[in-house]
């Protein structure tokens, strides 16, 4: 059974460009949430995506966006990048039984420079 | 502010050596809480737990949650090198908060020397 899937792997981008960050779920889970990882701060919560629909967002500037397919893959851009973004970007997926934790991908990690 | 909170934030063992892992958390909407262990990028699940008093037990890994006073404890007995990681405690709280679904403590980077 495949895990989540994030591509690419690593990516280096310049101060204001954009990027957009891929996702496929595991199949069968319909809820996809993204999650960035840094030194300091740690994980902290993107959104959240349940059958194409946004369901929760956190605290994180307009720049980061996202979206979610009818196949539940996800992806999630950032536009106008700055020094400050660079991370480890984390997606999980998580099927419909409620007894049951989230799965993550490796991670995409985004170095701005 | 919902919040979780590890400790100790890094801890060095022997191998053979048992630990306990600490995560106290205050979350309005507690649905479960959960363990990852994470080495490298993709934290990977260890536990789930819902139910207060009830030992999860996997291996050498255990791990109990007491929902009165909101705080779990992860132990590992006879630690091995493979147990290097960074143990990462999360609350999952219902849908709707602007912290998310599953909300984070810093966790606790372990290292065991042979």
């Known amino acids: 059974k495949a895990g989540v899937t994030q591509t690419p792997r690593y990516l280096i981008k310049t101060r204001g460009q954009q990027v957009t960050l891929s996702c496929s779920p595991i199949?069968?889970?319909?809820?996809v949430s993204w999650y960035q990882q840094t030194p300091g701060q740690g994980l902290q919560f993107l959104f959240e995506?349940?059958?194409?629909?946004?369901?929760n967002k956190g605290n994180f500037p307009g720049r980061f966006s996202g979206r979610q397919f009818s196949n539940s893959r996800s992806e999630m851009n950032v536009s106008t990048l700055e020094l400050g973004d660079s991370a480890l970007y984390l997606c999980?997926?998580?099927?419909?039984?409620?007894?049951?934790?989230?799965?993550f991908g490796s991670g995409t990690r985004l170095t701005v420079v | 502010e919902d919040k979780v909170v590890q400790s100790p934030l890094s801890l060095v063992v022997h191998e053979g050596d048992t630990v306990t892992l600490n995560c106290s958390y205050e979350?309005?909407?507690?649905?479960?809480l959960l363990w990852y262990k994470q080495e490298k990028k993709a934290p990977t699940f260890l536990f789930m737990l819902?139910?207060?008093?009830i030992e999860k037990k996997s291996g050498r890994l255990s791990s109990i949650l007491d929902k009165k006073e909101l705080f779990s404890i992860l132990n590992i007995t006879a630690t091995q090198t493979g147990d290097s990681a960074v143990y990462l405690c999360?609350?999952?709280?219902?849908?709707?908060?602007?912290?998310?679904?599953?909300?984070f403590g810093k966790g606790t980077k372990l290292s065991v020397k042979p």
């Open positions: 999980a997926s998580k099927p419909p039984a409620e007894n049951y934790g989230y799965t």
């Open positions: 199949s069968g889970h319909r809820s």
């Open positions: 995506y349940f059958s194409e629909t946004q369901r």
């Open positions: 979350v309005t909407n507690f649905r479960s």
């Open positions: 819902t139910s207060s008093g």
């Open positions: 999360a609350v999952e709280a219902y849908p709707g908060g602007s912290q998310g679904n599953l909300i």
